[in-house]
């Protein structure tokens, strides 16, 4: 499933900027 595989990316790439900004401090 197409959108599966979307929403995977998506939820990856927001958890792995958050993770920057936690350790940045913002």
């Given at each position: 499933?197409?959108?599966?595989?979307?929403?995977?990316?998506?939820?990856?790439?927001?958890?792995?900027?958050?993770g920057?900004?936690a350790?940045?401090?913002?």
């Amino acid at each position: 499933q197409f959108e599966d595989i979307i929403e995977h990316v998506v939820v990856n790439l927001v958890d792995y900027l958050l993770g920057k900004f936690a350790v940045v401090g913002i």
